[in-house]
């Protein structure tokens, strides 16, 4: 079982980073502003897949996968900096990013290091019972709910083209109603096990 869950968080860790990457190329009628409407699409799939609920979400599921603490713990680190590697590394193969791409994102890579530990315990708490299971399952709809209002995605500068503003907001309302009804799934799935006891 263990060594499934492994296999689950590498498979996790790969996915979120070749998704996110792709959602990332841009052709050249996006570019040169010929198909904005397919560009606006783009862009909202790609603040969804780079969201903070996708990647700090990863470390969580990685820890649920494996279950137990202390391999909780690794299992958050390990997901987000394999994350990073492969995003950043295929990015790199591809010529989608340059030679500054490792030293411009050492931020992400020392999160990873910092966040992803407590982020697994948190995933490995989820599958207990009780108050404190509920909260660690609650996080990431939470998550999802708050980040569009801390990155302002409602107001966006009006300087910027349209399928900007656009993306940004309907991957916000997109956030909040995905952290609003999971939410509220994870609450009423909690109250008729409650109910069921």
Avoid: C
């Amino acid at each position: 079982m263990a060594r499934r869950g492994w296999g689950l968080v590498v498979l996790a860790a790969v996915v979120v980073a070749l998704v996110s990457l792709a959602s990332n190329i841009t052709s050249e009628s996006q570019l040169s502003a010929e198909a904005d409407t397919l560009l606006a699409v783009r862009w909202t799939f790609s603040k969804l897949v780079n969201s903070g609920a996708v990647w700090a979400g990863l470390p969580i599921l990685s820890g649920w996968l494996v279950r137990r603490p202390l391999q909780a713990f690794a299992a958050g680190i390990v997901a987000s900096l394999m994350a990073l590697f492969v995003h950043y590394g295929v990015g790199r193969l591809f010529g989608m990013f340059d030679d500054t791409v490792w030293a411009g994102n050492q931020v992400w890579f020392v999160l990873a290091l910092v966040a992803g530990g407590p982020l697994g315990l948190v995933g490995a708490m989820a599958r207990s019972g009780g108050p404190s299971g509920l909260l660690a399952r609650l996080v990431v709809p939470v998550g999802a709910v708050l980040e569009p209002f801390y990155r302002r995605m409602f107001s966006v500068p009006t300087i910027l083209p349209w399928p900007d503003r656009v993306a940004s907001v309907a991957a916000g309302l997109i956030l909040v109603v995905a952290g609003l009804v999971g939410g509220a799934v994870l609450i009423r799935h909690r109250r008729t096990q409650s109910a069921g006891h």
